[in-house]
C-alpha cells in the first residue's frame, strides 16, 4: 500500500524587526572571517556546499526564544502530540555562487533522530544581489510503513527575513545559488536549526 503526504511547512514573512535583522546582519559581515566549509556527517564531499559560523553567542539564545513561543502553535495545526523539547539547536549558514544542499532529511543518522521540527530563517542584504537558492520540499509518499520521496514538491524561496517550519523527516533541498559578485555580504543567509524531543518518548 502507498500514499502521498503533501510537504506540511509553515511559512512566516516579516519575522524580525527591521531594526533586529538589520544588527544581525551586521554582527554576520563582522564575522566573516569565521565561517568555515561546510562538511556532512557522510563525509561526502558532493552533497553539500556552503560556509557555516559554528559559534555566535550573541544571537544563539536571543534566536531561539523568538522561535519557542511559535511551536505550540505548529504543533496543533499539525496534530502533532504536544512532546517535551530536549534541545533547540541553531546554526548560521552562508550559501554564495555555486553553493547547493543535495536532498537529505534532518533526522536519519542515529545522533539525529530526535530532530523533529526543522526551521530555517531567511536573511540578506538589500538589494537581493543573488539568485536560485529555493527550498525545494518533496512530498512523502508512504510505501509499506517508510517515508520515501514523491514526485511532486514545493519550492520556497527565501526571501529575506521569512522563516519557514517544517517537519524534519521530510526530504528537501537547497537549489543552487548563483551570485555574481561573489562578495560574501551579498550571501544567501540562514539562521536554522531543529527542535529535538526527548529520547526517552521513542524507546
Ligand atoms: O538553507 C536552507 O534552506 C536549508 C538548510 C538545510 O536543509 C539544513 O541545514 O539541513
Ligand atoms: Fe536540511
Known amino acids: 500500500m502507498s500514499f502521498d503526504q503533501p510537504a506540511q511547512f509553515l511559512q512566516i514573512d516579516h519575522f524580525l524587526a527591521n531594526e533586529d535583522r538589520l544588527n544581525l546582519l551586521e554582527y554576520v559581515l563582522d564575522r566573516e572571517a569565521d565561517f568555515v ?17 559554528y559559534h555566535f553567542e550573541a544571537y544563539e539564545n536571543w534566536m531561539i526564544q523568538k522561535i519557542t ?6 504543533f496543533h495545526a499539525w496534530n502533532i502530540e504536544p512532546f517535551a523539547i530536549s534541545q533547540i539547536e541553531i546554526q548560521l549558514t552562508a550559501h554564495n555562487d555555486g553553493h547547493y544542499y543535495k536532498i537529505h532529511n534532518d533526522n ?3 545522533d539525529a533522530a530526535t530532530r523533529t ?11 537581493t544581489n543573488f539568485s536560485g ?3 525545494r520540499l518533496y512530498d512523502m509518499r508512504i510505501e509499506n510503513g517508510h517515508y520515501v520521496q514523491a514526485e511532486t514538491y514545493r519550492d520556497i524561496q527565501p526571501v529575506n527575513n521569512r522563516i519557514v517550519f517544517f517537519p524534519s523527516h521530510c526530504l ?5 545559488i ?7 555580504a551579498d550571501s544567501r543567509f ?11 518518548e521513542y524507546v
Do not use: Q
Open 133 to 135: 537558492g529555493a527550498l
Open 108 to 110: 536519519g543518522s542515529p
Open 69 to 74: 513561543p511559535l511551536l505550540p502553535r505548529l
Open 172 to 176: 528537501h533541498e537547497v537549489l543552487p
Open 37 to 53: 566549509p561546510t562538511s556532512t556527517a557522510t563525509g561526502d564531499l558532493d552533497y553539500r556546499k556552503s560556509w557555516i559560523l
Open 117 to 127: 521540527m526543522s526551521y530555517v530563517y531567511y536573511f540578506n542584504r538589500e538589494p
Open 178 to 184: 548563483s551570485c555574481r559578485s561573489r562578495n560574501f
Open 190 to 200: 540562514t539562521l536554522n536549526g531543529w527542535v529535538r524531543r526527548e529520547a526517552t
